[in-house]
């Protein structure tokens, strides 16, 4: 074939310079496979040494950010760790007071009237405690406590999981460690705060208590309902025993109310309480502690529960009266107390009910929407004592706090000046109209009866006398005569002095009548009889106190008969019980106040009637309903007692003729050879049927 390069050619063929990549020639064989190997494994390799390169430098960035992150975070977590510790509460509180003292209250005869405060058991150890207590809490609240490091993570995951399944918070993740913490040194709120304080707290207390110190604890100060705390108080609230004599049954309960106190405490809602210790129980199963038939058997040994009634309601007038007087007698006290008072709760329940019946059936229709009654011992001690018709309407006592008019109840005082200024029963003085410094009293009725007696003047409440009296006697000495029977109110200075103007209370004027019961020995009027500690210690006990003798002998005497007239034949005739007894009733302007205050030698009781904003009643007097309250209580109150002669009724004198004896008094006088004689007076009763006459 003849070559195109030669000259007789058209065209001619031009060489591109090669540009690394082979170029086969024509009639050349091409290189081999082999050949090209080498330089693909190269460039692999290339590759991968890049590769390791980048990836080095991807792990070195992470690892340097890990660190800085990690230092950051602590430092951080230590700054939020510090905020946090900043306000943390005094550790030491642990072992402080963290409760105000109880005070229990009994009545007359030992019976529980109330209890106030916290009431905190012994504390005990957890070797003290039975062990199905400790299985039975541990069983329902942490049972994981003897394992975990006082914030037990795997309960914590599982309440998060039941929680988010069920879309609301029904389980807790709370440990017995964190509830300590909670509970003694922060508050309930549910706040970051708070929970990671709680979490601090918790992992201290870890650090600082053994397991069972911390059991211990929790036991010792945990809320279990109806006011107490500890399991040594909820045993003798709820069970009346030790804690150390608990049954399985008992134990349960117990650790049943760790949940919700007040809403299980068996004297609140027996049936949830029941149905509550039952769950218990079902845990101890689920947890190992119990076999099924020991909880059956357990369930079978249920204990019958007996609480006490609770007092009458009317109670609380005393109570609240009573309370803050005992940091009187032992200052400020940082224990449990019990205090002995003299309240008798058969009386009290006898004023209560008498006082309600006649005050709404009859005292609503008068317009008396109001009353009250105190009883004393003639030595004075609270025996009764009812501040109005309804404590839950309303707590004011009317019996200690309210300042009354008592109109003629004063009188006793204003006879009783006269007769130390030297007057007699029988001595006369004319009812007729009189005007002291432009003021004239008028007689209840406005009709007068001329000359009376001081006697007849007392028992018909005759206004005209009674100023005269007080006028002659001089006002000075009625007030001093006030004061010295226990009345510390104001006294007004003008002559209506006489008529009970002044603004006084009904346990006032009831302790001055008491002075009369109790021999002419002033009274004041008391509550407590002894106060000791929870642990039995006598702390404080009444031994006699009082003003001594503000009556002379023959003075009370006097007043004895004086003031039994007033029942016998005149204006409290309503109040008769047929024993020996004397009284006087009251009534102040326009029937304001109707009083009846009177005594026999066992009882001296007081009675008020009227409206809290001292609107008129519907002629309501002291001879009405305030006589016959004192009458109803007065018959109950002496049933099963002997009838006795008022004391002081038998006077001691020089001579026969020292003063002239009221009547039915007995006079025993001592001859000039040393020996008694008995002068017997006239009847009294005799001279009574002769007829007073009778007034309100």
Known sequence: MASRSGKGGGSRRVDIPSTGRTETRRGSKPKSAAAKKPKKAFKKSSRRKDSRKKRGSLLGVFVKGAVLAAIWGGVSLGGVIGWYAIDLPDIDRLSAATRRPSITLLDRAGGVIATFGDLYGRPIQTDEMPQTLIEAVLATEDRRFFGHFGIDVIGLARAMWVNLKSGRIVQGGSTITQQIAKNLFLTPERTIRRKIQESMLSLWLERRFTKAQLLAI?????YLGAGTYGVEAASAKYFNKSTRDLSLYESALIAGLLKAPSRFAPTRNPELSEQRTAQILANMVAAGYLTPAQMKNAKQAMPKLKFSKAPPRSTRYFVDWVLPRISGYIGGADHDLVVATTL??????????NLVELAEKEGLQADARQAALIALSPEGAIRAMVGGRDYGDSQFNRA????????????????????????RPEDTFQDAPVTVEGWSPRNYGGTYVGAVSLKEALARSINSVAVRVSERSGRGRVREAARRLGITSSLPKGPALALGTAGVSLMEMTGAYAALANEGEGVWPYGIREIHSSEGELLYRRAGSGPGRVIAPGNVARLHDMLSAVIALGTGQAAWIGRPAAGKTGTSQDFRDAWFIGYSADLVTGVWFGNDNNTPMAKVTGGGLPARLWREFMLVAHQGLAPRQLPGARLVATTPEAFSAPAGIVVEAETSSGERE??????FWDQLMSGIGIGR
Do not use: C, W
């Open 678 to 683: 008995i002068h017997p007076g006239a009847g």
């Open 400 to 423: 200690t706090q309210a300042r009354r008019q008592p109109g003629s109840a004063f009188k006793l005082v204003v006879y009783l000046a006269a007769l130390e200024s030297g007057m």
């Open 218 to 222: 929790y036991l010792n100060r945990v």
């Open 344 to 353: 008798d709760r058969t009386l009290q329940k006898n004023a209560e009910t």
